[in-house]
Protein backbone atom coordinates (compact mmCIF):
# COMPACT_ATOMS: atom_id res chain seq x y z
CA UNK A 1 0.00 0.00 0.00
CA UNK A 2 1.12 3.19 -0.77
CA UNK A 3 1.41 5.82 2.14
CA UNK A 4 0.99 9.01 -0.05
CA UNK A 5 1.10 9.36 -3.59
CA UNK A 6 1.14 13.13 -5.74
CA UNK A 7 -0.08 12.61 -9.47
CA UNK A 8 1.20 15.67 -11.55
CA UNK A 9 0.59 17.99 -8.58
CA UNK A 10 0.40 21.57 -9.49
CA UNK A 11 0.40 24.90 -7.67
CA UNK A 12 1.12 28.60 -8.83
CA UNK A 13 0.77 31.86 -7.16
CA UNK A 14 -0.06 34.74 -9.60
CA UNK A 15 1.22 33.02 -12.37
CA UNK A 16 4.46 31.45 -10.74
CA UNK A 17 4.70 28.36 -9.92
CA UNK A 18 5.99 27.08 -6.56
CA UNK A 19 5.01 23.37 -7.19
CA UNK A 20 5.06 22.09 -10.80
CA UNK A 21 4.21 18.26 -11.90
CA UNK A 22 5.17 16.92 -9.13
CA UNK A 23 4.87 13.33 -8.84
CA UNK A 24 5.62 11.41 -5.84
CA UNK A 25 5.14 7.92 -3.81
CA UNK A 26 5.85 7.17 -0.58
CA UNK A 27 5.15 3.58 0.49
CA UNK A 28 3.96 2.69 4.08
CA UNK A 29 6.68 2.77 6.42
CA UNK A 30 9.25 4.35 4.57
CA UNK A 31 11.30 7.07 5.37
CA UNK A 32 11.62 9.96 2.94
CA UNK A 33 13.62 13.06 3.04
CA UNK A 34 12.18 16.21 0.84
CA UNK A 35 15.77 18.27 0.43
CA UNK A 36 16.14 21.59 -1.77
CA UNK A 37 17.43 25.42 -1.68
CA UNK A 38 15.01 27.52 0.06
CA UNK A 39 11.77 28.82 -2.09
CA UNK A 40 12.09 25.50 -3.76
CA UNK A 41 8.48 24.45 -2.72
CA UNK A 42 9.25 21.86 -0.09
CA UNK A 43 6.79 23.66 2.55
CA UNK A 44 4.19 23.97 -0.04
CA UNK A 45 4.30 21.00 -1.39
CA UNK A 46 3.23 19.93 2.54
CA UNK A 47 0.50 22.37 2.38
CA UNK A 48 -0.68 20.48 -0.79
CA UNK A 49 -0.88 17.54 1.31
CA UNK A 50 -2.40 18.34 3.91
CA UNK A 51 -5.07 20.47 2.20
CA UNK A 52 -4.53 23.77 3.88
CA UNK A 53 -4.24 25.29 0.47
CA UNK A 54 -5.80 24.00 -2.63
CA UNK A 55 -4.07 21.99 -5.80
CA UNK A 56 -4.52 23.56 -9.17
CA UNK A 57 -3.88 20.20 -11.04
CA UNK A 58 -3.43 16.95 -10.21
CA UNK A 59 -4.32 14.44 -7.22
CA UNK A 60 -3.60 13.42 -3.28
CA UNK A 61 -4.04 10.39 -2.19
CA UNK A 62 -3.30 8.95 1.10
CA UNK A 63 -3.27 5.10 1.53
CA UNK A 64 -4.85 4.80 -1.48
CA UNK A 65 -8.14 7.28 -0.87
CA UNK A 66 -8.17 10.19 -3.63
CA UNK A 67 -8.06 13.23 -0.70
CA UNK A 68 -7.44 15.95 -2.87
CA UNK A 69 -10.87 17.88 -2.53
CA UNK A 70 -11.25 17.03 0.82
CA UNK A 71 -10.84 19.46 3.43
CA UNK A 72 -7.61 19.49 6.45
CA UNK A 73 -9.95 18.14 9.01
CA UNK A 74 -10.67 14.73 6.42
CA UNK A 75 -7.47 14.56 6.16
CA UNK A 76 -6.10 14.49 10.04
CA UNK A 77 -8.88 11.56 10.26
CA UNK A 78 -7.34 9.91 7.71
CA UNK A 79 -3.84 10.00 10.41
CA UNK A 80 -2.21 12.38 8.66
CA UNK A 81 -0.12 14.64 11.35
CA UNK A 82 2.34 17.24 10.95
CA UNK A 83 4.73 19.44 12.50
CA UNK A 84 5.32 22.93 11.30
CA UNK A 85 8.82 24.68 11.01
CA UNK A 86 6.88 27.97 14.16
CA UNK A 87 5.92 26.52 17.15
CA UNK A 88 1.77 26.78 17.96
CA UNK A 89 1.97 25.62 21.59
CA UNK A 90 -0.06 26.83 24.84
CA UNK A 91 2.57 28.58 26.18
CA UNK A 92 0.28 29.21 29.86
CA UNK A 93 -0.31 25.19 29.81
CA UNK A 94 2.20 22.62 31.13
CA UNK A 95 2.82 19.58 28.86
CA UNK A 96 -0.42 17.36 30.07
CA UNK A 97 -2.36 20.29 29.60
CA UNK A 98 -1.09 20.57 26.24
CA UNK A 99 -1.11 16.61 25.21
CA UNK A 100 -4.45 16.54 26.46
CA UNK A 101 -6.07 18.85 24.36
CA UNK A 102 -4.45 17.21 21.46
CA UNK A 103 -5.73 13.90 22.33
CA UNK A 104 -8.78 15.33 22.81
CA UNK A 105 -8.63 17.29 18.99
CA UNK A 106 -9.88 19.66 21.21
CA UNK A 107 -6.45 22.50 20.25
CA UNK A 108 -9.02 24.84 18.76
CA UNK A 109 -10.85 26.12 21.55
CA UNK A 110 -9.98 28.81 23.64
CA UNK A 111 -7.48 29.27 26.30
CA UNK A 112 -9.88 30.19 28.62
CA UNK A 113 -11.74 26.94 28.22
CA UNK A 114 -8.57 24.65 28.77
CA UNK A 115 -9.17 25.35 32.49
CA UNK A 116 -12.59 23.78 32.62
CA UNK A 117 -11.46 21.01 30.81
CA UNK A 118 -8.70 19.79 32.44
CA UNK A 119 -10.49 19.29 35.91
CA UNK A 120 -11.79 16.12 34.22
CA UNK A 121 -8.36 15.13 33.72
CA UNK A 122 -8.65 11.97 36.20
CA UNK A 123 -11.54 10.88 35.05
CA UNK A 124 -10.13 9.78 31.63
CA UNK A 125 -7.88 7.10 32.93
CA UNK A 126 -7.04 5.84 29.17
CA UNK A 127 -6.69 9.26 28.11
CA UNK A 128 -4.23 9.54 31.20
CA UNK A 129 -2.15 6.60 30.10
CA UNK A 130 -2.52 7.50 26.47
CA UNK A 131 -0.77 11.10 27.10
CA UNK A 132 1.89 9.73 29.72
CA UNK A 133 2.62 7.17 27.00
CA UNK A 134 3.34 10.09 24.34
CA UNK A 135 5.43 11.76 27.23
CA UNK A 136 7.77 9.20 27.54
CA UNK A 137 8.19 8.57 23.65
CA UNK A 138 9.57 11.94 23.15
CA UNK A 139 11.75 12.27 26.61
CA UNK A 140 9.23 14.43 28.59
CA UNK A 141 7.85 12.30 30.78
CA UNK A 142 9.80 14.49 33.88
CA UNK A 143 7.98 17.71 32.59
CA UNK A 144 4.86 16.77 32.29
CA UNK A 145 3.31 18.99 34.73
CA UNK A 146 6.17 22.26 33.71
CA UNK A 147 4.72 25.20 32.09
CA UNK A 148 5.64 25.27 28.20
CA UNK A 149 6.78 28.29 28.23
CA UNK A 150 9.87 26.87 30.89
CA UNK A 151 11.06 24.78 28.26
CA UNK A 152 13.88 24.96 26.29
CA UNK A 153 13.73 25.27 22.18
CA UNK A 154 14.58 21.29 21.97
CA UNK A 155 11.90 21.07 24.49
CA UNK A 156 9.02 22.92 22.17
CA UNK A 157 10.29 20.94 19.06
CA UNK A 158 9.71 17.42 21.45
CA UNK A 159 6.27 18.62 22.31
CA UNK A 160 5.07 19.69 19.31
CA UNK A 161 6.24 16.04 17.76
CA UNK A 162 4.57 14.58 21.02
CA UNK A 163 1.27 16.66 20.29
CA UNK A 164 1.51 15.36 16.68
CA UNK A 165 1.64 11.75 17.85
CA UNK A 166 -1.73 12.15 20.08
CA UNK A 167 -3.58 11.97 16.92
CA UNK A 168 -1.77 8.24 16.14
CA UNK A 169 -0.91 9.64 12.37
CA UNK A 170 0.32 6.65 10.50
CA UNK A 171 2.06 9.37 8.03
CA UNK A 172 3.73 12.41 9.58
CA UNK A 173 5.02 15.75 7.63
CA UNK A 174 8.05 17.04 9.61
CA UNK A 175 9.08 20.71 8.53
CA UNK A 176 11.92 21.92 9.80
CA UNK A 177 12.06 19.86 12.93
CA UNK A 178 15.65 20.43 13.52
CA UNK A 179 15.21 24.38 12.73
CA UNK A 180 17.21 26.09 15.68
CA UNK A 181 18.37 23.05 17.65
CA UNK A 182 21.68 22.44 19.34
CA UNK A 183 24.12 20.03 18.11
CA UNK A 184 23.06 17.65 21.17
CA UNK A 185 19.11 18.47 20.93
CA UNK A 186 19.54 17.56 17.05
CA UNK A 187 20.70 14.21 17.46
CA UNK A 188 18.01 13.57 20.60
CA UNK A 189 15.25 14.61 17.78
CA UNK A 190 17.09 12.20 14.74
CA UNK A 191 17.25 9.22 17.65
CA UNK A 192 12.82 10.15 18.53
CA UNK A 193 13.00 10.34 14.28
CA UNK A 194 14.35 6.83 13.83
CA UNK A 195 12.32 5.24 16.76
CA UNK A 196 8.92 6.06 15.01
CA UNK A 197 10.11 3.75 12.21
CA UNK A 198 8.89 1.71 10.34
CA UNK A 199 5.45 1.60 12.61
CA UNK A 200 4.69 5.72 11.39
CA UNK A 201 5.55 6.33 7.53
CA UNK A 202 8.00 9.94 8.15
CA UNK A 203 8.22 12.33 5.38
CA UNK A 204 10.73 14.81 6.46
CA UNK A 205 12.15 18.69 5.31
CA UNK A 206 15.94 19.36 6.59
CA UNK A 207 18.22 21.48 5.58
CA UNK A 208 20.79 19.62 7.53
CA UNK A 209 21.90 17.40 4.84
CA UNK A 210 23.61 14.69 7.35
CA UNK A 211 20.25 14.57 9.71
CA UNK A 212 17.99 14.28 6.13
CA UNK A 213 20.26 11.65 4.91
CA UNK A 214 20.50 9.87 8.58
CA UNK A 215 16.61 9.42 8.25
CA UNK A 216 15.29 9.13 5.22
CA UNK A 217 15.27 5.86 3.31
CA UNK A 218 15.00 7.58 0.14
CA UNK A 219 15.17 11.33 -0.81
CA UNK A 220 13.59 13.66 -3.25
CA UNK A 221 15.33 17.07 -4.59
CA UNK A 222 13.34 19.69 -5.22
CA UNK A 223 14.37 22.92 -6.96
CA UNK A 224 12.21 25.45 -8.45
CA UNK A 225 9.18 23.52 -7.76
CA UNK A 226 9.72 20.58 -9.38
CA UNK A 227 11.44 17.61 -8.42
CA UNK A 228 14.96 17.01 -10.34
CA UNK A 229 16.19 13.49 -8.15
CA UNK A 230 15.25 10.88 -6.33
CA UNK A 231 17.21 7.98 -4.44
CA UNK A 232 18.79 6.52 -1.71
CA UNK A 233 21.77 9.01 0.13
CA UNK A 234 24.45 7.63 -1.30
CA UNK A 235 22.45 8.20 -4.80
CA UNK A 236 21.98 11.81 -4.37
CA UNK A 237 25.14 12.81 -2.96
CA UNK A 238 26.87 11.11 -6.03
CA UNK A 239 24.33 13.31 -8.29
CA UNK A 240 25.72 15.51 -10.90
CA UNK A 241 22.48 17.38 -10.97
CA UNK A 242 22.35 17.37 -7.59
CA UNK A 243 25.77 18.91 -6.59
CA UNK A 244 25.08 21.77 -9.10
CA UNK A 245 22.23 22.35 -7.64
CA UNK A 246 23.64 23.55 -3.93
CA UNK A 247 26.57 24.89 -4.96
CA UNK A 248 24.43 27.57 -7.19
CA UNK A 249 22.81 27.95 -4.20
CA UNK A 250 25.61 28.52 -1.79
CA UNK A 251 27.26 30.68 -3.81
CA UNK A 252 23.77 32.75 -4.02
Not at 27 to 41: D, H, M, Q
Not at 53 to 75: A, H, M, N, S
Not at 192 to 203: C, G, S, Y
Amino acid sequence: MHALVLDNVSKSFGGIDAVSNVDLTITVGESRALIGPNGAGKTTLFNLVTGEIPVDEGRVLLFDRDLTREPVQKRIASQLGRTYQMSNLFDQLTVQENLFLASWQTRRRRASVIATLFRSWRRFENQRRHIEAIARRVGLDDKLTVPVNELSHGEHRQLELGITLAHKPRILLLDEPMAGLSAAERGFMTELIMDLKPEITVVIIEHDIDVAFSIGDQVSVLDHGTIVAEGTPEQIVANQKVQEIYTLSRQN
